[in-house]
């Protein structure tokens, strides 16, 4: 059984309301939701949220009622990882054990319905305690992200023996994007943070790996939407 779920909290500084914003005639949470419920391989469907007009709206939508997440877990400094928590244990007490907890950041709706089953199909290829959505990052600690030493002057963040000087020399690193994650719920239930465990990278194309964190985000996502709805990929 797969448990997919969506986080989504009342409170944003960056952009008011954000998941519940309207974009391109959709609620930014029903672009994730539509792709959970749509999936014939996902059994059931939660949203964890603060928001009563959210959480009607996921009942409404077909969702399991889990009821509105506790005010500990409300706050802009509450853990990823203890929502989820939360979310497997509430889901579970109503349909028992899961084999997969699915999910989506909301924040995330340039992803496709082919970068789901991309991740559902490594995580049971490789069995590790969690896939978890990256793209290439487009800097680099080895070679051009910088920090400053305590007299200010600026020195490569992660310098290697004999300096790297084309970008290609460099170990690949990987930005940490919202797309997909898909855990193991024994792990889950144990673990206190995402990288306790196994933790392999599903890799997806850059363009499909923003996130909505200000109003120049929304901007860009919405015009890249715009163009995936253009192209027929919506």
């Given at each position: 059984m797969i448990i997919g779920h969506i986080g989504?909290?009342?409170g944003s500084k960056g952009v008011p309301n954000k998941?519940?914003?309207?974009?391109?005639?959709k609620h930014l949470i029903d672009w994730s939701l539509d792709q959970l419920l749509a999936n014939d391989r996902v059994d059931h469907v939660v949203v964890s949220t603060d928001s009563p007009e959210i959480y009607e709206h996921g009942?409404?939508?077909g969702c399991l009622d889990i009821g509105l997440r506790p005010a500990a877990l409300a706050t802009d400094t509450a853990a990823k990882w203890h929502v989820w928590q939360h979310a497997?244990?509430?889901v579970e007490k109503q349909t028992g054990p899961a084999e997969a907890f699915l999910d989506l950041d909301c924040t995330s709706p340039l992803r496709l319905p082919q970068d789901i089953d991309a991740g559902l199909d490594l995580f049971a290829a490789e069995q590790p305690d969690m896939v978890m959505s990256c793209c290439e990052s487009r800097k680099n600690p080895y070679f051009n992200i910088l920090e400053t030493d305590a007299d200010g002057a600026l020195h490569v963040s992660k310098p290697l023996p004999g300096g790297v000087v084309a970008r290609q020399q460099a170990p690949m690193v990987y930005d940490h994007v919202g797309l997909?994650?898909?855990v193991r719920p024994d792990y889950l239930r144990r673990a206190q943070s995402l990288f306790e465990g196994r933790v392999i990278p599903l890799v997806l194309p850059n363009e499909r790996g923003l996130d909505v964190?200000?109003?120049f985000?929304?901007?860009v996502i919405a015009y890249l939407l715009g163009k995936q709805i253009a192209d027929g990929l919506r």
């Open positions: 989504a909290r009342a998941n519940f914003r309207m974009l391109h005639g009942l409404k939508r497997l244990a509430e997909v994650y898909v964190d200000s109003p985000d929304w901007d």
